[in-house]
């Protein structure tokens, strides 16, 4: 055994990291550190530097333009820029659709829309979820009826993160009534300016706008935007659900996390000493970096296999589910060690360029409204209770 | 970067599989073993040692054929699968830990503890040192250039059948002091000795002793180092018995999980219980990592070791309870038995928390080497 980086991996390491310290602008990491609110420019800012790079589509296969890096590499590269305080880079299009299309999509689809997420000219969304679909995607209502030479879907999509900043939106449709909920499934993309689609906020727990609901009203899809064969969309569906995850635990978020979490602690104080000098707090603290230190060996473990060709199956799930639960920890323990520094709620604080005094230290504001907001990450995605039938299914033989 | 193992371990790892797999085929012969007069089988223990599985856990340097993090941890783990109860730990492991990390090294000892010979125990657990490294009330004096030892000694782990016993004594300073500790070699003849079984099937004693002579191995820092040295090869070395242990529970449980039938369907079926098998699973895959972790790391600095070991140890303690209790839990009244397998893989994965450092003992530790 030897959890050592490769030369290579740590040259590969510094390339990156050197070519973050020089495109990415003070002004934006600074945001990002602070958890003020991102615009659409300040994503799309480091998007399009990505792409001139030629690392946007950084696991697409190296024919369609992208980076023929191994597992390993992919995860150094997210590390990095976690480490940096990049923007996420918006998944849809890039991580989401990309490798359904190049898997299932038409030489004419692969020609047009490939090249456009390259150089981030579109900006995606995802239409999964609806009102009456969560856990249970399968069940979903939007329909799109079969009109010669287009469909016309009707319905509604939610939870569409970013759905406001997007040029066009990949959906599953109902195509057949008939037939079992997965049978009549198709994938349809459809353009978000075509007459009839419209989006409205759902603001969050945390006073935040990211997450919308996108509603279809006789909208008109021509029949080329189907993706693959009509009722086989619960196929490329769940092809994307399972697209390799090398970074579902999030170790990164959580390492950077939990640096915070110790300076926070360093600077909160219990009877006039350190909040860390605490012997029940730092415990807490201690045991959740041994989690974090534990689960990052289990990832580097599944990262390694991948490279070897082994797809990573229900280790993406055991992954998923300990990583929400660690990062949601961080995200606790930061919440109490401000004590009643939590409480104050102060909404324009995120926007670019206030400059008020802050109540109580400049770290306190994001806190509280940070950990209501993480409460999402065990849903997403699959929610954990769904990742455990996943696992029970595919491991227990029972 | 590398998970893997290289071809001569798992060599040995094929090898030592089979011969536990032999000779533990189930839980009654662990049972005839127990009964013996000393607590396991010296037939087995000559075989082992025949076999080179006493030499994995000794460095080539000393003669052995392993004694690596790695070594160690491939061992214990096959020790933990079929929770086998020879002094592989006591004699193996923390005597031999000891010998080799002296100024001069007792080769001679640790080739007879290797061929089968000789049987050694480290006495340094008290009735009050709880897992301190440094809290030692056992006295040794200077008489006439003769080095005599007063005291008692706990909790000594197959101690009873040793040939010669390792003691830590205070020579000065007061009882928690740093400084100031010896190990001193003793002949197992001059202790008096209460031996008995501890409740996860092993043999253990009391010692106590008057004036007897002991031969001063090493002493101060370097006994200090070498109590911690050899209480976190033992801690890593129950860690991995412990993923051994985990192992077989959670493999035993989901196979009862799919025979037992109850409500006209095997009790696999209900959700409640697949998700709880779940976290079992998750829990297992980060504790087989914390120990990947330790196991490849315990040659490096002594601060990153003993770091390294503490966050394997202490989450060995968290996760050990949750696999034993629901391996219980799961099976239902049947694991409640003496007679079946999973009670004393259960036994023996709660009571690993009580020696060598427990979760809290190795959470504190972890605290302090990584200084939060």
Redesign the interface.
């Known amino acids: 055994?030897?959890?050592?980086?490769?030369k290579k991996?740590e040259n590969f390491r510094i390339e990156v990291r050197e070519w973050l310290r020089e495109t990415l602008p003070h002004y934006l990491s600074e945001k990002v550190k602070k958890y003020q609110r991102l615009t659409k420019e300040d994503y799309e800012l480091f998007m399009n530097n990505l792409s001139k790079k030629g690392w946007l589509a950084w696991h697409w296969p190296v024919e369609y333009g992208g980076t023929g890096w191994n597992a390993?590499e992919k995860h150094i590269f997210e590390e990095e820029i976690v480490k940096a305080s990049a923007p996420r880079i918006v998944p849809f299009g890039v991580n989401m659709l990309g490798p359904v299309l190049i898997e299932f999509g038409s030489e004419e689809q692969k020609n047009y829309y490939l090249p456009r997420i390259l150089n981030n000219e579109d900006w995606w969304a995802q239409g999964y979820s609806e009102p009456g679909a969560g856990s249970d995607l399968a069940s979903l209502k939007t329909t799109a009826i079969d009109k010669g030479d287009h469909y016309l879907v009707n319905g509604q999509k939610t939870w569409t993160t970013l759905g406001h900043h997007a040029d066009m939106i990949f959906c599953l449709v109902k195509t057949d009534l008939n037939v079992k909920p997965q049978l009549g499934i198709s994938f349809l993309l459809i353009d978000m300016k075509s007459p009839g689609v419209e989006v409205k906020p759902i603001i969050t727990l945390d006073g935040e706008h990211e997450v919308n609901e996108v509603w279809f009203t006789d909208v008109k899809v021509p029949k080329k935007n189907l993706v693959g064969k009509e009722n086989e969309g619960w196929t490329y569906a769940k092809y994307l659900l399972t697209f390799e995850r090398t970074g579902i635990a999030g170790v990164p978020n959580s390492k950077s996390a939990l640096n915070h979490l110790?300076m926070v602690s360093r600077k909160s104080m219990k009877n006039g000493k350190p909040l860390?000098d605490d012997p029940i707090f730092?415990?807490e603290?201690?045991?959740l970096?041994?989690?974090l230190?534990?689960?990052?060996?289990?990832n580097?473990?599944t990262v390694?296999?991948a490279t070897e060709g082994k797809a990573p199956g229900m280790?993406s799930s055991?992954l998923k589910?300990?990583g929400t639960l660690v990062r949601q920890k961080t995200t606790e323990l930061l919440r109490k060690a401000l004590g009643p520094q939590a409480l104050p709620y102060l909404p324009e604080q995120f926007d670019e360029g206030w400059n008020e005094m802050p109540i109580g230290p400049e770290y306190a504001g994001p806190i509280a409204k940070q950990y209501f907001n993480m409460r999402k990450i065990s849903i997403y995605g699959g929610s954990n209770?769904i990742?455990?039938?996943i696992?029970?299914k595919a491991?227990?033989?029972? | 970067?590398?998970?893997?193992?290289s071809e001569e371990r798992k060599m040995l790892q094929e090898t030592v599989a089979r011969f536990f797999e032999n000779n533990y085929k189930d839980i009654k012969k662990r049972g005839e073993y127990l009964k013996m007069t000393d607590g396991f089988s010296r037939e087995f223990w000559k075989e082992s040692s025949n076999l080179g599985v006493i030499s994995g856990l000794v460095s080539p340097a000393f003669g052995g054929l392993g004694g690596s993090g790695?070594d160690i941890c491939i061992i214990f783990e096959l020790i933990g699968k079929s929770l086998c109860i020879e002094p592989f730990l006591s004699s193996g492991l923390l005597s031999n830990t000891i010998l080799s990390s002296l100024n001069n090294p007792k080769t001679d000892l640790i080739n007879q503890i290797i061929e089968g010979k000789l049987l050694m125990s480290f006495a340094h657990m008290e009735m009050n040192n709880r897992y301190e490294d440094h809290f030692v009330e056992t006295k040794a004096k200077l008489e006439k250039e003769t080095w005599k030892l007063n005291g008692s000694k706990s909790f000594v782990i197959n101690g009873d059948s040793a040939d010669k016993v390792i003691i830590s004594a205070r020579i000065e300073g007061k009882v928690n002091d740093k400084n100031g500790i010896g190990l001193f070699l003793v002949d197992n003849n001059n202790i008096n000795n209460r031996p008995y079984n501890t409740i996860d099937g092993y043999r253990s004693t009391e010692m106590s002793f008057e004036n007897i002579n002991g031969e001063l191995l090493c002493k101060d820092d370097q006994a200090l180092e070498c109590v911690i040295k050899t209480n976190s090869a033992g801690a890593l070395a129950l860690s991995a018995e412990a993923v051994g242990i985990m192992q077989i529970c959670f493999d035993l449980t989901?196979d009862y999980?799919?025979t037992r039938k109850q409500f006209g369907k095997?009790i696999?079926?209900f959700?409640s219980i697949?998700?709880r098998?779940?976290?079992m699973?998750?829990e297992i895959?980060?504790?087989?990592?914390?120990v990947?972790?330790a196991?490849?790391?315990f040659e490096l600095n002594s601060t990153t070791r003993d770091k390294?070991v503490s966050?394997a140890k202490?989450?060995v303690g968290?996760v050990g309870k949750l696999i034993a209790e629901e391996s219980i839990q799961l099976h239902g009244g049947i694991a409640m038995t003496w007679e079946y397998s999973v009670a004393h893989y259960a036994k023996r994965l709660i009571m690993i928390d009580h020696l060598m450092g427990d979760a809290d003992y190795h959470?504190?530790r972890?605290?302090l080497l990584?200084s939060?």
């Open positions: 055994m030897n959890f050592e980086y490769s991996d390993i110790k860390i730092s415990s603290v201690a045991e970096e041994i989690d230190l534990a689960m990052e060996i289990f580097l473990r390694s296999a280790e055991l589910i300990k209770e990742q455990k039938n696992v029970a491991s227990f033989g029972l | 970067m590398d998970f893997s193992l790695e989901l999980l799919k095997s696999g079926t959700q697949q998700h098998m779940v976290d699973m998750l895959e980060q504790v087989r990592s914390a990947m972790l196991s490849s790391t390294n966050a202490n989450l968290r959470r504190d972890f605290k990584s939060i």
